[in-house]
């Protein structure tokens, strides 16, 4: 019994270690529209200090920034009704100083660094891991985050370049495979493959 209490204490002085990093405003918007993953990574960064508010949709996490600018956000790009480029330029127009992660599931890089001229920290990989978010949103002006042990493979830099054009096209196939000098069919099997690792 006294090991349990010494763990709750430990635990509970984790967390007001983390607050203490987090500064004197804890707020976290998190907007996704994948619930179970939103529900998660909220249950992660209550557990490490923060005070969370969720969105699900473009609409909601703009709503919730005009409501109350969080001093710390994390924002899917891709939600089922637009962008969450739209949601970071609510954020900003409220408050300049937000922290702000992007999370990227398609391997959308030109987006993200998009994202990122518009005021993200940086962006990060979906499915992204709690601690790596956490990382990000509390690493310090200057401070490098560390080289991959597992940098990204050759095939995957090349899937992540036909992403970026295609995206650029406005996800027109023809126009992507005319640019990248490919025959149609090609980059059409390219496209309905999954990122390779």
């Given amino acids: 019994m006294a090991d ?3 763990q709750v204490a430990k635990s509970a002085a984790g967390a007001q270690a ?6 004197p405003d804890p707020s976290l918007l998190i907007v996704d ?3 179970p993953f939103l529900r998660r990574l909220a249950r992660a960064m209550e557990s490490r200090g923060f005070v969370v508010d ?5 609409a909601e996490g703009i709503a919730k920034a005009k409501e109350a600018a969080p001093a710390y956000a994390v924002v899917d790009l891709r939600l089922g ?7 970071i330029e609510a954020i900003r127009e409220r408050r300049s100083d937000t922290r702000i992660i992007v999370l990227t599931g398609y391997g959308n890089i030109a987006t993200a660094v998009t994202a990122v001229k518009l005021g993200a920290l940086d962006y990060l990989a979906k499915p992204a891991d709690a601690d790596d978010v956490y990382l990000a949103l509390t ?17 995957r830099i090349r899937w992540e370049h036909i992403q970026r054009v295609y995206e650029s096209c ?3 196939v023809s126009e992507t495979a ?6 149609r069919r090609t980059l059409q099997r390219i496209l309905a493959k999954r990122a390779p690792k």
Wanted: proline share 6%.
């Fill in 4 to 6: 349990s209490a010494s």
């Fill in 81 to 87: 009704d637009g962008t969450g480029l739209d949601v």
């Fill in 170 to 172: 406005e996800r027109n």
């Fill in 18 to 23: 983390a607050a203490h990093d987090l500064g």
């Fill in 54 to 58: 969720l969105a699900g949709s473009v």
């Fill in 33 to 35: 529209d994948d619930a």
């Fill in 178 to 183: 005319r640019r990248l000098n490919m025959h």
């Fill in 139 to 155: 690493q310090r002006p200057g401070e490098k985050a560390e080289i991959p042990e597992n940098p990204m493979s050759a095939d």
